[in-house]
């Protein structure tokens, strides 16, 4: 009887180098299909954002806008009067509005004092007073259809040569559960 040579028994801190470091394309699946899902889901992920979109549902423009310099002179007080209509089927409340004032020196931005102020600003710059609409504030109610004229009341730290050479003013109202409203004066 011969005897049969015996097969190595390979334990795990002896596997061989051809196993450990085999070729990946057992493993890996083929690139082509992968990218190609990968590409067509970004297409309709994209078409998607792209056309269920909600459009702003009040349209507007800032009909006046008056600035006063204060005693110190450098900063101004802006008076601005906005124009709102709501186009959409259901109303709309403001939630909020920014104002932001581009100069060759930089940009600012300010959020409106509350109306409750506004009398006093009056009083201080007769200047200033040369609209008789009410205050848009924050949870103004605008039915659909309905349109509405608001005073805004701002300060930027420019002087009024500064404020008078500005590069733009853009009124930025927001919504509760609707795009944002911007208007550029």
Same mark, same amino acid.
């Given at each position: 009887?011969?005897? !049969?040579? !015996?097969?190595?028994?390979?334990?795990?801190?002896?596997?061989?180098?051809?196993?450990?470091?085999?070729?990946?394309?057992?493993?890996?699946?083929? =690139?082509?299909?992968?990218? *190609?899902? =990968? %590409?067509?889901?970004?297409?309709? *992920?994209?078409?998607?954002?792209?056309?269920?979109?909600?459009? /702003?549902?009040? /349209?507007?423009?800032?009909?006046?806008?008056?600035? %006063?310099? !204060?005693?110190?002179?450098?900063? %101004?007080?802006?008076?601005?009067? %906005?124009?709102?209509?709501?186009?959409?089927?259901?109303?709309?409340?403001?939630?909020? #509005?920014?104002?932001?004032?581009? /100069?060759?020196?930089?940009?600012?931005?300010?959020?409106?004092?509350?109306?409750?102020?506004?009398?006093?600003?009056?009083? =201080?710059?007769?200047?200033?007073?040369?609209?008789?609409?009410?205050?848009? @504030? *924050?949870? @103004?109610?605008?039915?659909?259809?309905?349109?509405?004229?608001?005073?805004?009341? #701002?300060?930027?730290?420019?002087?009024?040569?500064?404020?008078?050479?500005?590069?733009?003013?853009?009124? /930025?109202?927001?919504?509760?559960? !609707?795009?944002?409203?911007?208007?550029?004066?």
């Amino acid at each position: 009887m011969t005897a !049969q040579p !015996q097969k190595p028994s390979y334990d795990a801190g002896h596997v061989p180098m051809t196993e450990e470091f085999d070729s990946p394309r057992r493993s890996l699946p083929p =690139a082509g299909p992968v990218l *190609i899902a =990968a %590409v067509v889901l970004g297409v309709v *992920i994209y078409a998607i954002l792209r056309f269920t979109a909600t459009p /702003t549902p009040a /349209t507007g423009n800032i009909t006046k806008m008056f600035h %006063v310099e !204060q005693s110190t002179g450098d900063r %101004v007080l802006v008076s601005i009067e %906005v124009h709102l209509k709501n186009m959409g089927q259901k109303p709309v409340w403001v939630k909020g #509005v920014d104002v932001k004032l581009t /100069t060759p020196s930089g940009e600012f931005t300010d959020k409106p004092a509350p109306g409750s102020d506004n009398a006093r600003y009056f009083q =201080a710059y007769p200047a200033l007073k040369l609209s008789d609409a009410a205050p848009l @504030t *924050i949870d @103004t109610k605008m039915q659909p259809g309905t349109e509405r004229d608001g005073i805004l009341v #701002v300060a930027f730290p420019v002087n009024k040569d500064g404020f008078e050479k500005r590069q733009g003013l853009e009124v /930025t109202v927001h919504f509760y559960d !609707q795009k944002p409203l911007v208007l550029k004066g």
